[in-house]
Structure formats: C-alpha cells, structure tokens
T-cell receptor, first 112, second 118 residues
Framework: AQSVTQLDSQVPVFEEAPVELRCNYSSSVSVYLFWYVQYPNQGLQLLLKYLSGSTLVKGINGFEAEFNKSQTSFHLRKPSVHISDTAEYFCAVSPYGNKLVFGAGTILRVKS | DAGVIQSPRHEVTEMGQEVTLRCKPISGHDYLFWYRQTMMRGLELLIYFNNNVPIDDSGMPEDRFSAKMPNASFSTLKIQPSEPRDSAVYFC????????????????FGQGTRLTVV
C-alpha cells in the first residue's frame, strides 16, 4: 500500500518570501508523484508532476519540486510567494498501474 | 474540452433521501475516480473505474453508497439513504492512461458537488 505524509498542516509566510511545503511518501513499488493546488470552493488543479527523468520538476505559477528517491520525498518550493498563492496544496502518489493517493494537505497562508 | 463536469454543484437534502451525483469525464479518458473531501478525513478515494469497469471500490464507506459507469461519458454516485455524516464535497476526476503499461499519469478534477444532508 502507499501513503503520503505532508509534514505541515499550515504554513504561514510573508509575501515575497520563499516557501517549502514538505511531502514524504511510502511505497513498495515505483510511483509517479504530483502536487495539486486547491483554491477555495474549487476543484484540484495540477501544479506539477514527476514521472521520470530529471529529479527537479518545474510547474506552473513558478513552483518547482525535487524528487529524492533515497529520502522518499517530493518537497514543493517557490522562491517568492504572492498573496494569490494562498491555497491548500496536496501531494499525491500514483503507484504503478493506477489511482492517486493524496496526503492530508498543507494550507499556505501568504501574509502582506 | 470543457473539462470534467459535475452536477449538481450544490445539493441539500433531508436525511433518508436518495442522492445522485453525476459526472461527465473528459472525452477519451479511460480512468474515472470518485473522491470525497471532508475536514476530518481529507481526500478519500471512494471508487475508480477503468474503461467503465469498477476496479477498486474498497473506499466506499457503506452499502448505502453505489457507483455506476454505464458508458465512457457518464458516471453516477448514489447514496441511499443519505445521512448527515455523508455531508462533504464529492469530486469526480478522470485520467488518460499512459507511461508504464497503463499507469495513471495525471488526473483532472471537476469542480465538485457540495452535499449537505440535514
């Protein structure tokens, strides 16, 4: 079975500061990795994904994530956040074959 | 493409009533997922289909819940009878298989149906 742990339930940060949202996963098989964002009262939108190849993945809105196989981590980063980045962020894994397993989510609060 | 379309967006019903949530996946996608989101339990996978066939329904909470996918462009999630603890946002998502032997590569989510059972 697979599981995803998002280590912080909430992350407050000031505008224009850097941010890192942490994600660790557990799986006995190879997985694909994803970060989704959910704005209030909306569905989930894909930020970025790691399928194979370079371990540094760039996504939309200036976000990037690094896959670390030895540490089974896939942390999300942004060098300078904006007020509009305030949302909930979900890390997810897709084990070989099917389905997405999500973490509990991290609420990013950007303050002015 | 219009994306994954869910209806209704909001549903308020009385305890004991039957509720049907609907989903139209993105055309050509062969995977369809139903998720439930609550404050207490986060995002839970209820059931998913591949080529209209249910593959894993282990997340369906009780026999009161049922899901069907009669064709590639339509799926329903039914709760009968509904209870207040079923109140949640229900998401439908679809995906196109690819990569290794059909693995899910990315799921596209609908806007969700906010269900309130009073």
């Amino acid at each position: 079975a697979q599981s995803v742990t998002q280590l912080d339930s909430q992350v407050p940060v000031f505008e224009e500061a850097p941010v890192e949202l942490r994600c660790n996963y557990s799986s006995s098989v190879s997985v694909y990795l994803f970060w989704y964002v959910q704005y209030p009262n909306q569905g989930l939108q894909l930020l970025l994904k790691y399928l194979s190849g370079s371990t540094l993945v760039k996504g939309i809105n200036g976000f990037e994530a690094e896959f670390n196989k030895s540490q089974t981590s896939f942390h999300l980063r942004k060098p300078s956040v904006h007020i509009s980045d305030t949302a909930e962020y979900f890390c997810a894994v897709s084990p070989y074959g099917n389905k997405l397993v999500f973490g509990a989510g991290t609420i990013l609060r950007v303050k002015s | 493409d219009a994306g994954v379309i869910q209806s209704p967006r909001h549903e308020v019903t009385e305890m004991g009533q039957e509720v049907t949530l609907r989903c139209k996946p993105i055309s050509g996608h062969d995977y369809l997922f139903w998720y439930r989101q609550t404050m207490m339990r986060g995002l839970e996978l209820l059931i998913y289909f591949n080529n209209n066939v249910p593959i894993d329904d282990s997340g369906m909470p009780e026999d009161r819940f049922s899901a069907k996918m009669p064709n590639a462009s339509f799926s329903t999630l039914k709760i009968q009878p509904s209870e207040p603890r079923d109140s949640a946002v229900y998401f439908c998502a679809s995906s196109l298989s690819g990569g290794w032997g059909g693995s899910v590569t990315e799921a596209f989510f609908g806007q969700g149906t906010r269900l309130t059972v009073v």
